[in-house]
């Protein structure tokens, strides 16, 4: 069995680096990407020794110099300068409308879907196949925007 001892007294010496700093400047980042990398390497049970817990820090500084020259060259010009509430609201209430309008295994259905549950799983627990489930719903899709006003209805996120 390999003494780990050496090992976590370099992340522990890695981490008091990183404690002690009071700034975050590229080293607090390289520090942060060499603890990462050491409890890989612990995990792993690669060996390494402070040279290697150096050239992280070197290479989590670098990184974040680059991130950061980035950002400084291609500022983040898509994002919305404001928040339109409206939106939000309408969104809101066409849920409440569908949420009242739908049966309850239908309902489940489609928040296990918009959940993000797997077809697989969930086609397994409803004892159908998949393309069975796909297409009950696809049809709750199309039910779901039939039941909503003219005018709202958009695409339905499911």
């Known amino acids: 069995m390999k003494d780990l001892s050496v090992d976590w007294a370099e992340y522990a010496r890695a981490q008091d680096e990183l404690k002690q700093s009071r700034t975050s400047n590229d ?12 409890l890989d390497d612990i995990e792993k049970g690669s060996t390494f020794d402070r040279s290697d817990i150096e050239r ?9 110099r680059h991130r950061a020259r980035l950002v400084r060259l291609e500022p ?31 309902l489940t259905l489609a928040c296990k879907v918009a959940g993000g549950h797997y077809y697989s799983e969930l086609a397994q627990a409803e004892g159908v196949g998949i393309p069975a489930l ?22 339905v996120a499911l």
């Open 27 to 38: 080293r607090h980042w390289g520090l942060e990407n060499a603890l990462n990398k050491t």
């Open 134 to 155: 796909r297409k009950r719903v696809s049809r709750l899709r199309i039910h779901a925007r039939a039941l909503l006003p003219k005018e709202q209805s958009g695409p």
């Open 56 to 64: 992280h820090i070197r290479s989590g500084s670098r990184r974040n």
């Open 76 to 106: 983040i010009t898509w994002l919305p300068s404001t928040v339109n509430p409206t939106l939000h609201y309408e969104a809101r209430s066409e849920l409440a409308f569908l949420h009242n309008s739908l049966d309850g295994n239908s």
